[in-house]
């Protein structure tokens, strides 16, 4: 394994071996050094948890970050081509983080240059870490991934955290309920995968009932940045809200999760309730991201 940029790309037992050396770090059984290491943190979408985890992960492990929030002050801002700009921070640097609006940014970038590279999200596509953290967050919360009912909701188009955690999922035998506006579907492509994998899955626009069906609610943002036309936002936005109704009847161990930032789609009130679990999932993000960077730079013992 040299980069991350899809969970296609993922074996399941690779995913497995991740999620296990995050647990025993979170753990304290196993401390990777970084001492000596630099990640490229390039971020050229606005980002709070998945910049500050990976920057947090890099420097509770002794390692140090190169970071860089959209391209003002760099010199992309005088035309510098991306390939010239990341040939050159691969001169710095040991390993490169990149998230950016353009879609397949990420494979381009490891094709350019020799060290490893992690997809922070590209555009509407991939988010392949936020995926591995779900899936922490999942088996945490459930015991297990197998044969687990999860519903997607929200943005299924546009939302790349749901494209990465339906394929990193299909392999772990889940019932799949994808709930959206018409419009904002889960892509063809991947409902394609999903039929030739045998993966059960069902499209809805409601979440009347659900709830007492359900391990996981994993609840996502309309991506207003992703909108041509603003006029098609403001019809979809504040489609779904889940509040404390939305739940009743759920099953306790039933979590919500969210890769957050959330906008209304998850009303205050359930972040008391013993479903709410989008904060806990954020945290989870710094295991799991430490087990990514130490695998990448072969500093897992
Ligand atoms: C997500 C993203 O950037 O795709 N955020 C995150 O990384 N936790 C979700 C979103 O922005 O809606």
Known sequence: MKNLISMRDLAPQETLALLQLAEDIEAKRVRPDLSGRLAALLFFEPSTRTHFSFDTAMKRLGGQTLSMSGSGGTSAQKGESLADTLKTISM?????????????????????????????????????????????????????????????????????????????????????????????????YILEDLQAAGVSYRQLTSLDGLACELDVMYVTRIQRERFADPEEYEKVKGCYVVNRATLAGARESMRVLHPLPRVNEIAAEVDTTRHAYYFQQAHNGVPVRQALLATLLEAAE
């Open 92 to 188: 710095y640097a040991d390993l490169i983080v990149i998230r950016s609006a353009i879609e397949g940014a990420a494979r381009y970038a490891a094709e350019v240059i020799d060290i490893p590279v992690i997809n922070a999200g590209d555009g509407a596509n991939q988010h392949p870490t936020q995926a591995l953290l779900d899936l922490y967050s999942i088996r945490k919360t459930q015991g297990r991934l197998e044969d687990l009912s999860i519903a997607l909701v929200g943005d299924l188009k546009f939302g790349r955290t749901a494209h990465s955690l339906v394929q990193a999922l299909a392999r772990f035998r889940p019932r799949f309920s994808f709930v959206s506006p018409e419009h904002l579907g889960m892509p063809y």
